[in-house]
């Protein structure tokens, strides 16, 4: 099992950064890739981008490609997105997941295995 806490949402003003955080632990060596996701109240869940956790490749939805970074930090087992230029649309609960499989597929739900708790974040105009 691998266990995630993510941390770092918050009500922000639009056009500020943010920073989100998320921890594993557990059996971390089993991770393939780890992926965050939103839900906005309403909608459904959609996917922001993903980490290829060995080879730290990423990939982003077209919506996130030049405001969101995916980084990681292979000592803390730790995956951060940066989120700059926010917007009220970015409104949304937060969620890291790590899949233990295969790399394939990566923007849906069900290609992950373990999920975090979700981070709530508020972009106000």
């Known amino acids: 099992q691998v266990q995630l806490v993510e941390s770092g949402g918050g009500l922000v003003q639009a056009g500020v950064s943010l920073r989100l955080s998320c921890a594993a632990s557990?059996?971390?060596?089993?991770?393939?890739?780890m992926g965050w996701f939103r839900q906005a109240p309403g909608k459904e869940r959609e996917f922001v981008g993903a980490?290829?956790?060995?080879?730290?490749?990423?990939y982003y939805t077209d919506s996130a490609k030049g405001r969101f970074t995916i980084s990681r930090d292979n000592a803390k087992n730790t995956v951060y997105l940066q989120m700059n230029s926010l917007k009220p649309d970015d409104t949304a609960v937060y969620y890291c997941?790590?899949?233990?499989?295969?790399?394939?597929?990566?923007?849906?739900?069900?290609?992950?295995?373990?999920w975090g708790q979700g981070t709530q974040v508020t972009v106000s105009s």
């Open positions: 997941a790590v899949g233990v499989r295969r790399w394939d597929p990566l923007s849906v739900s069900w290609g992950y295995d373990h």
């Open positions: 557990g059996r971390t060596f089993s991770i393939v890739k």
């Open positions: 980490v290829n956790w060995s080879s730290g490749n990423t």
